[in-house]
């Protein structure tokens, strides 16, 4: 009896979810396989055609192929600004969660402060003026680094607590230099966690479209999530190339979960249960 | 502020010997550079900023006149409205689709895997794609979900047209894209509480209602107050998705105060537009410094 409810209860979830959550994904597909007179209807209709192919080589040479650029110019603020973030944020919450200062407050209310506080768009863009980075991709990675490193520094330094003590004091005793410790010692332990930063920091930062839109203006510098906003215009009639585009940027985060679910669940629901 | 129970394990008080510790200071140094630099720099540079006429060469003072407008100008206060509507609509419905879903799939139901996957994907995917997408599926003439209602014989609105539901639309599609995040929170808050409380509650007799409401809800208050304090603070800076699906339209009637600020930068009203990021700082230090001592005071009393 029971079982039984369970089951038509399973099957109603899985409609439902299906039409909310599913739908509108079969739908980009469609729209990617269609041609163009019949994307313009915007119907949920099988393509009467396999243009997919077409659609995507004409969507990738647009704007003098500015997708393959703009596809690079993401793929590098995404891995250079990841990786300082797990360097720089890993160094800090090791630090913050062995060792008590005087500075652990100000420090924990920076971080707060770097959670809540909305970044100043314009003082920004001036200051990068002022030091030559501005629409470069230099400047893009610094703005990530700095915007990002409250949430990473908060996932090592959690994850850095719980790791003994004994392990990093056995190889100062040992006579190791601080830098040894951290980069020998403590950075292999924090694996797991540094595996989550990255996989959680690189979704978001790949996807990422204000900032860009903010400090990285011009079409050399286009990031994935600006040519879509550029092609949002320039094809108001062209829906399946427009889809083709969602579809092709959706592809990377797709995969991410496909091979990191657990890492992303476990990042983003970080300090749920401790609060 | 919180910034205590945010503070590392006890019992690492031990005052270590300051002068050659093994966990050296400077290694705070290059992130403290980056984010001083990139984050704290701007900020304090916007308080001054925003008291001035600006073109980015130079800058003349003239007080709280950027402040007067934003409370003066209709469409400014519309977008400070909307803001706090959009913030409130999108982490209340999160808190409880999000809750209802994490609790249907931590129970006996079939299917779980799929059903978690399919509500957390949206969370990875581009928020100008969603919002393109849903552009296009809210049509009112066109669009695929009018289309579907108009079968059962219902007429949709015009969701992104109606200046009156604009903004609630996009609300909408935020928690389409949002509420996976929500349910893994929850997912994971409900797993950490000890079966013996419902083992308890059932020898007591409690209803499965009675059991969500005195036993469920108060223990996964925890992620409830994660849950409240993200979308909250997450929906108060919202840009992406307004900007993706209707620009601030139609007239003003969706505009929030990121959208407004990205407006007036456009249109090269630097001090106006820094105005508006003093003003949305002033908005979420207001709502959501009392809001996580709140839920921080009431668990405490658990």
């Known amino acids: 009896m029971k079982k039984r409810a369970s089951i038509i209860g399973g099957a109603a979830a899985i409609a439902a979810t299906f039409v909310v959550f599913v739908i509108p994904f079969i739908f980009i597909v469609l729209m990617a396989f269609k041609d163009r007179q019949q994307s313009a209807l915007r119907d949920f209709s099988w393509p009467t055609g396999f243009h997919l192919w077409e659609n995507v080589f004409e969507v990738v040479k647009t704007r003098n192929w500015m997708m393959i650029t703009a596809f690079i110019n993401s793929s590098i603020i995404t891995v250079v600004s990841v990786t300082l973030l797990v360097i720089f944020a890993a160094m800090v919450g090791y630090v913050l969660a062995r060792r008590r200062t005087r500075w652990n407050g100000l420090i924990e209310f920076l971080i707060l402060a770097g959670l809540m506080v909305p970044p100043a768009v314009v003082p920004t863009i001036w200051l990068l003026q002022g030091l030559k980075l501005f629409g470069t991709l230099h ?8 915007y990002n490193l409250p949430f990473s520094i908060i996932l090592y330094r959690a994850f850095v607590s719980t790791i003994p003590r004994d392990l990093d004091e056995a190889a100062i005793i040992d006579g190791a230099r601080p830098l040894d410790v951290f980069f020998r010692v403590v950075l292999p332990l924090l694996w797991p966690v540094t595996v989550t930063n990255i996989v959680v920091q690189s979704v978001g930062i790949f996807n990422d479209f204000t900032n860009p839109l903010y400090y990285l203006p011009g079409n050399a510098n286009a990031t994935v999530q600006l040519t879509l906003y550029n092609f949002q215009s320039q094809f108001s009639t062209a829906y399946n190339l427009l889809f083709t585009n969602i579809l092709l940027i959706t592809i990377p985060p797709l995969l991410v979960f496909l091979f990191f679910n657990r890492q992303i669940v476990a990042g983003m629901t970080a300090g749920a249960v401790k609060g | 502020m919180s910034a205590s129970t945010m503070a590392g394990s006890p019992g690492q008080t031990e005052t270590r010997a300051i002068k050659r510790s093994p966990y050296p200071g400077w290694f705070f140094t290059p992130a403290a550079i980056v984010y001083t630099v990139l984050f704290l720099a ?12 600006w073109t980015l060469f130079d800058a003349t003072f003239i007080g709280l006149d950027n402040f007067a407008q934003f409370l003066r100008e209709p469409f400014l206060i519309k977008g400070l409205i909307n803001t706090v509507i959009y913030a409130v609509v999108t982490s209340g419905l999160k808190v409880v689709v999000g809750l209802l879903l994490a609790v249907m799939l931590t129970s006996q139901i079939v299917a779980r895997g ?10 990875l995917v581009s928020t100008v794609g969603v919002g393109i997408t849903f552009t296009v599926l809210m049509h009112p003439t066109q669009g695929m979900i009018n289309e579907g209602l108009a079968i059962f014989g219902i007429t949709g609105p015009g969701w992104l047209t109606d200046p009156n539901l ?8 935020d928690v389409w894209k949002g509420v996976g995040l929500a349910t893994v929170i929850y997912i994971a808050g409900l797993v950490a509480i000890p079966r013996d409380y419902y083992e308890a509650a059932r020898i007591d007799g ?60 456009q249109a090269g009203f630097y001090g106006l537009s820094t105005a508006g990021n003093v003003v949305l700082f002033i908005l979420i230090a207001v709502l959501v410094v009392p809001l996580t001592m709140f839920l ?7």
Not at chain 2, 42 to 53: D, E, G, M, V
Not at chain 2, 114 to 123: E, Q
Not at chain 2, 241 to 248: D, E
Not at chain 2, 296 to 302: P, T
Request: glycine share 6%; proline share 6%; hydrophobic share 45%.
């Open chain 1, 139 to 146: 400047g893009m990675i610094l703005v990530e680094v700095a």
């Open chain 2, 42 to 53: 701007p900020t304090f540079a916007s308080l001054y900023f925003s008291l001035t006429r």
């Open chain 2, 114 to 123: 799929y059903l978690r996957s399919v509500i957390f994907f949206p969370v």
């Open chain 2, 166 to 173: 604009a903004l609630y639309s996009v609300a909408l599609v």
């Open chain 2, 206 to 265: 409690a209803t499965p209602w009675q059991n969500f409401w005195y036993v469920t809800l108060p223990l996964c208050r925890p992620a409830t107050s994660t849950v409240i304090t993200l979308s909250f603070i997450g929906g108060l800076r919202t840009f992406d998705l307004i900007w993706a699906m209707t620009k601030g339209g139609p007239g003003f009637a969706s505009d929030t105060i990121a959208s407004v600020i990205y407006k007036q930068y």
């Open chain 2, 296 to 302: 921080n005071r009431k668990q405490g009393h658990e």
